[in-house]
């Protein structure tokens, strides 16, 4: 195996497939949804880069609250999801390997960047550019699956940064990153960014009708996500 996830757009065979399951999934609608939405704040007026904005679903929660939003994603049908569901946004097909050259400097005031951190193999380059396009108070939200959870399922070393392969549930094969904590937090240090808040998103309770045997375990067990608030470091 390469010590590399690659370019592939691997959400594009089942975008479709994907947008039914996180409309109103309980880890994307109840857990990890409104975390980030709780983290980003009060967005009216503000301007939000939505990086890997998948079908749109974070994004029209944006518009509706007043944000305008810029939205990427590498997988061309996402991206035209993302378009029909949210007519207000603006959106184009990019891979985060790629520099943002299209967004100029300090041109947005917030970035969300939700569940897709795990399919870049150049991290710290991307947080560079995500910083880059932060005007001075900006903030970067960001999620990804919990490392404990992640180390739960594959077992072997906690610490040990190693790519893996994995069939979903609905027959879907991903490949990414897995990683410590430690090492998110090092590779925002080093592109600039100081953590503001982490949390551990708990399903909100209207999930339970949903999935009450998945409610109870994300209720009780590190194996979802984690949340995170960073900003700039001022310092020289």
């Given amino acids: 195996m390469t010590d590399m996830v690659g370019q592939e757009p691997q959400y594009e065979v089942f975008a479709d497939e994907f947008l039914d399951h996180a409309r109103d999934g309980l880890y994307n609608a109840h857990c990890d949804r409104p975390a980030c939405l709780d983290l980003l704040g009060d967005v009216a007026g503000r301007r ?45 097909v990019h891979d985060l390997a790629d520099p943002l050259d299209w967004v100029p400097d300090a041109s947005v005031d917030l970035v969300l960047f939700a569940l897709a951190l795990e399919y870049v193999d150049d991290r710290v380059s991307l947080f560079r550019e995500l910083r880059r396009v932060l ?13 404990t959870g992640d180390w739960l399922r594959h077992g072997g ?12 549930s609905k027959g879907w094969r991903v490949r990414y990153w897995l990683a410590p904590l430690e090492q998110t937090c090092e590779e925002l240090r080093a592109a600039g960014f100081l953590i503001e808040r982490l949390v551990e998103p708990r399903p909100r309770p209207e999930a339970a009708a949903i999935d009450r045997e998945g409610y109870e375990r994300l209720s009780r067990e590190p194996t979802g996500f984690l949340a995170i608030r960073a900003v700039p470091d001022p310092r020289p």
């Fill in 48 to 92: 939000v880069l939505d990086v890997a904005c998948g079908p749109g679903l974070y994004a029209a929660e944006l518009v509706a609250r007043g944000a305008t939003v810029i939205g990427l994603d590498h997988s061309p049908r996402m991206v035209e999801l993302a378009g029909h569901r949210v007519p207000a946004g603006e959106f184009r």
């Fill in 157 to 168: 070393n906690y610490f040990d940064e190693r790519i893996v392969e994995e069939v979903w």
């Fill in 135 to 147: 005007r001075p108070g900006g903030a970067l939200v960001f999620s990804r699956m919990h490392p």
